[in-house]
């Protein structure tokens, strides 16, 4: 899955791709190979936060361009699950709050590791121009309000898209590119999702066939998600 936040990118779980900022291209001091999700704003607080109780996990590296202190931080009762040899590469510091990173396969608790900033790794990627209208209003999914078939079908969602509690069940977003034209993409309370081959857009609702405006919100992930 992929994500791109307007003109900013951050990459995330097993494939999925985030966007939250841009940059130049220096080299890592460390290599942190494999990274699929990655928070770029370079001086951030709390750029990557994880919080609430939850659990996630990852086969494919995470990397946060901040320079802050507190640039990667895991509060709450958090578990970071990191598969295939993942890692956590931070340009700044880190505060784990006594929160747990696991390495699945050594079973092993590991540590975030410094790097240098590896800027954009999606600067050459062009921004999507067009997309169906999925829905003209903000969209929440839930166990009380399923997507048919437990699906989510990828076009532009005006005014936002939220993924509450799914009640155990995965909801799959179907393959495709989804336009968050507007209020944010957030992932909580013990939600459920998977989306292989998905690219997510974020951006305001200006230009995307939206009936109202709708400023531009951020990407979140907490609560058990």
């Known amino acids: 899955m992929a994500m791109k936040a307007a003109g900013r990118f951050l990459s995330l779980v097993a494939g999925v791709v985030l966007v939250l900022a841009v940059g130049a291209v220096p080299a890592l001091a460390q290599s942190?190979?494999?990274?699929?999700?990655?928070s770029l704003d370079p001086t951030a607080s709390q750029a990557f936060y994880?919080?609430?109780n939850a659990t996630m996990t990852t086969n494919c590296s995470i990397v946060t361009e901040s320079s802050a202190s507190d640039a990667f931080v895991m509060g709450g009762v958090d578990t970071l699950y990191l598969g295939n040899h993942a890692?956590?590469?931070v340009v700044g510091g880190w505060q784990l709050n006594g929160q747990s990173m696991i390495d699945t396969i050594s079973n092993q608790q590991v540590q975030p590791v410094s790097i240098s900033n590896p800027g954009d790794p999606l600067a050459s990627v062009p921004a999507p121009t067009q997309g169906t209208v999925v829905s003209q209003v903000p969209v929440t999914y839930n166990s009380s309000n399923a997507p048919p078939n437990d699906t989510l079908s990828p076009g532009v969602y005006c005014g936002g898209l939220?993924?509450?509690n799914t009640g155990g069940v995965n909801f799959t977003m179907a393959p495709g590119t989804y336009i968050v034209a507007g209020g944010g993409f957030q992932i909580t309370s013990l939600a459920m999702l998977?989306?292989?081959?998905?690219?997510?857009?974020?951006?305001?609702?200006?230009?995307?066939?939206?009936?109202?405006?709708?400023?531009?919100g951020p990407i979140s992930i907490d609560g058990q998600a």
């Not at 942190?32 to 990655?38: H, I, T």
């Not at 200006?206 to 531009?216: I, K, L, P, R």
């Open 32 to 38: 942190v190979s494999g990274a699929c999700l990655y």
């Open 50 to 52: 994880i919080s609430g």
């Open 87 to 89: 890692e956590v590469g």
């Open 162 to 164: 939220a993924i509450g």
């Open 194 to 216: 998977q989306g292989p081959g998905v690219t997510v857009y974020n951006t305001s609702s200006g230009g995307w066939g939206c009936n109202a405006s709708y400023a531009y």
